[in-house]
């Protein structure tokens, strides 16, 4: 069974300042891998996945990942960042020619201050 | 046009009364869950129903019973209300079935709070 891992429960940041929030997946098969955003009170929506090819995604609102194979990672990514920016963010994955299920780590809660 | 709706919003009850929520969507999806997020945020998963075929049923208390009277609608129905059970839950949807299914992006609803008392 497929598991998600986000080591960091919190990361606080100035505004402008370059975040990493971190992924990391366990999965006995091959896998399909999604960031999530919850803003406060609202559902989640899609910030960008990977499904195959390159391994560098691309997604809404400047944010990037990189899906590295070998240390079982799906580490999210912004240059810089704004105080719109602050939100629950979740890392998830899904087993390919599975089922539907997808499973998501905990969250890391961003926090980007003035 | 709300893609994915849930109603109530919020719901405020007392222990041992029996709920509904219901869920809605309007994108033509074959696929619907309920997820339910506890006060530390953690999501899980709790039913999906494609095509009115149930296919995911996690460790859920018998209390909780999904309904799908068709492809576009996913009631959940609590029955018995526990201290345990307040919590934020999600309906979603996704388009597709089969092999690839895993591949599919959720569409959320924003979420009902149930908080019983």
Redesign the interface.
Known sequence: AQSVTQLDSQVPVFEEAPVELRCNYSSSVSVYLFWYVQYPNQGLQLLLKYLSGSTLVKGINGFEAEFNKSQTSFHLRKPSVHISDTAEYFCAVSERGSNYKLTFGKGTLLTVNP | DTA?SQTPKYLVTQMGNDKSIKCEQNLGHD?M?WYKQDS??????MF?Y?NKEL??NETVPNRFSPKSPDKAHLNLHINSLELGDSAVY?C?S?QG?G????????T????SRLTVL
């Open positions: 994915v696929t869950y530390k945020k953690f999501l899980k998963i999906s494609n296919i995911i999600f979603a996704s079935s092999r690839a299914s895993g591949a599919n992006v959720l959320f609803g924003a979420g």
